[in-house]
């Protein structure tokens, strides 16, 4: 068995949320314009399986790692192959991995549309079992990337599919985690990060809204909502790595991507 795998495709990012340890936090994500070549190779050649995302790099073997674990799981026998990617813009990790393992599984297991559902779910379970992610983080980018619009999610059953936008994005700069970073320490007491979220579930709500009805003059005046709201994600980023030298601005989405967090200055929503 042999299969190609070519394919031009957005990348999704997150405009709303960010992953916090023992929270299930909301996640506004949607496709962005950061356009990548896809050139998989799938052979039954035997690769490692152990499960486990060792390093932030887009070679084969973390790609096809995850991907034969949960074969290994459903019963499957494990691949090998190869990845290319070529993107105009650097994309956070874990957003290739979700569209990546997507469409190798889609291509060898045959999956069609109406199966989408199914298939979101069970790798849903499966990245908070085996790689401690944030259930909604996934489920909402590999929705934005199937779908080609926003998507919302929280934890494993909310999820809301809303008319396609696409986020202008530039990246600005990226900082290396305190080991691993499937997500970040709360640094502030319950009550303050109470308050972040009834934030985040607001200002999803006003952006929900906006693009729901098409209105562009309420998206324009949501921009200042997104910005207070990016400024407190970045401050939560900042006290979690302990950088002074890391600086808070209007409009920079930071993006916790498992060693690494990456900062993206958001231009618009287009």
């Known amino acids: 068995m042999e299969r190609i795998i070519k394919k031009s495709v957005f990348i999704p990012i997150?405009?709303?949320?960010?992953?916090?340890?023992?929270?299930?936090?909301?996640?506004?994500?949607?496709?962005?314009?950061?356009?990548?070549?896809?050139?998989?190779k799938i052979s039954e050649k035997n690769s490692t399986k152990d499960g486990q995302i060792k390093k932030a790099t887009y070679g084969s073997e973390a790609i096809f790692d995850y991907v034969n674990e949960l074969l290994n799981e459903l019963g499957y026998g494990t691949i090998g192959g190869s990845f290319l990617i070529k993107c105009t813009e650097d994309p956070p990790f874990i957003?290739?991995?979700a569209i990546t393992s997507m469409?190798?599984?889609?291509?060898?297991?045959?999956?069609?549309?109406?199966?989408?559902?199914l298939m979101l779910d069970a790798l849903t379970?499966?990245?908070?079992?085996?790689?401690?992610?944030?259930?909604?983080?996934?489920?909402?980018?590999?929705?934005a990337y199937i779908y080609n619009t926003m998507c919302i999610a929280r934890g494993y059953d909310d999820l809301i599919k809303l008319s396609s936008?696409?986020?202008?994005?530039?990246?600005?700069?990226e900082v290396a985690c305190p080991g691993i970073c499937s997500a970040v320490d709360n640094p502030y007491d319950t009550n303050t990060l109470s308050l972040f979220y009834k934030l985040?579930?607001?200002v999803i709500g006003l952006l929900a809204q906006a693009v729901r009805e098409l209105d562009e003059e309420k998206l324009r005046s949501l921009r200042r909502f997104?910005?207070?709201?990016?400024?407190?994600?970045s401050s939560i980023v900042k006290e979690y790595i302990g950088s002074e030298d890391l600086a808070l601005s209007y409009g920079v989405k930071p993006v916790v991507d498992y060693?690494?967090?990456?900062?993206?200055?958001?231009?618009a929503l287009a």
């Open 226 to 233: 997104l910005d207070l709201y990016m400024v407190l994600e």
């Open 95 to 97: 957003a290739v991995l």
């Open 165 to 173: 936008r696409k986020l202008m994005i530039k990246k600005l700069s």
């Open 259 to 267: 060693n690494s967090i990456k900062f993206y200055k958001v231009i």
């Open 125 to 143: 379970l499966f990245d908070e079992k085996k790689l401690h992610l944030d259930p909604g983080y996934t489920k909402a980018l590999r929705c």
């Open 103 to 117: 469409e190798i599984l889609k291509s060898i297991l045959n999956i069609k549309h109406s199966d989408y559902t």
């Open 14 to 40: 997150p405009i709303i949320g960010i992953p916090i340890k023992n929270l299930y936090t909301p996640y506004a994500i949607m496709p962005s314009n950061i356009g990548c070549d896809l050139h998989i």
């Open 200 to 202: 985040s579930t607001h």
